[in-house]
């Protein structure tokens, strides 16, 4: 079954420091990857995507993320969080073919602490 | 480039009656989404248009849901009659095809 796991729920750190947000995926073929975010109150912005070729993307907002085949994850990556970095962050899945078959995962909060 | 436009922001009605939540997507984008957001089940596609056609309503939850689109610039999600479990955060999204979803601020739903 194709599915999108994000195992933290929850995550803290302090601003300055660095962020790694997981993103592991099932599915049956290499599919178009993504990481949202959703501050409170508004709607999901796009962060980056991986459709193919350098599986080290760069985002908006100083966020990067790794696609590895071998181990289906597509972490999200900061070197350094700012207080405005705290928000919901959503790792997402889709076909090449199609975007109504984008399936999104639980999300992970985050929060910073000043 | 004003982004996809939803109302209202917020709607509060009591269970039984109509809801009307609507979205105006970004100009030039043909292919719509709704989704709901809730705590206990995340991000639910509920249906998908392209050119105005619903393709896949297989994620509307009951009858008492229905959406249209009837041109390019707006489209309709009502809910007759509405229930308290309806209350959820409800996001409309556009595309060009093969191209991410652009999301709308969201309309925040409460059932009484």
């Known amino acids: 079954a194709q599915s999108v796991t994000q195992p933290d729920i929850h995550i803290t750190v302090s601003e300055g420091a660095s962020l790694e947000l997981r993103c592991n995926y099932s599915y049956g073929a290499t599919p178009y990857l993504f990481w949202y975010v959703q501050s409170p109150g508004q709607g999901l912005q796009l962060l980056l995507k991986y459709f193919s070729g350098d599986t080290l993307v760069q985002g908006i907002k100083g966020f990067e993320a790794e696609f590895k085949r071998s181990q289906s994850s597509f972490n999200l990556r900061k070197p350094s969080v700012h207080w405005s970095d705290a928000a919901e962050y959503f790792c997402?899945?889709?076909?090449?073919?199609?975007?109504?078959?984008?399936?999104f995962g639980p999300g992970t909060s985050l929060s910073v602490i000043p | 480039d004003a982004g996809v436009i939803q109302s209202p922001r917020h709607e509060v009605t009591e269970m039984g009656q109509e809801v009307t939540l609507r979205c105006k997507p970004i100009?030039?984008?043909?292919?719509l989404f709704w989704y709901r957001q809730t705590m206990m089940r995340g991000l639910e596609l509920l249906i998908y248009f392209n050119n105005n056609v619903p393709i896949d309503d297989s994620g509307m939850p009951e009858d008492r849901f229905s959406a249209k689109m009837p041109n390019a610039s707006f489209s309709t999600l009502k809910i007759q009659p509405s229930e308290p479990r309806d209350s959820a955060v409800y996001f409309c999204?556009?595309?060009?095809?093969?191209?991410?979803?652009?999301f709308g601020n969201g309309t925040r739903l409460t059932v009484t």
């Open positions: 999204a556009s595309s060009f095809p093969n191209s991410p979803l652009h």
């Open positions: 997402a899945v889709g076909p090449k073919t199609s975007y109504d078959k984008v399936i």
């Open positions: 100009s030039g984008h043909n292919s």
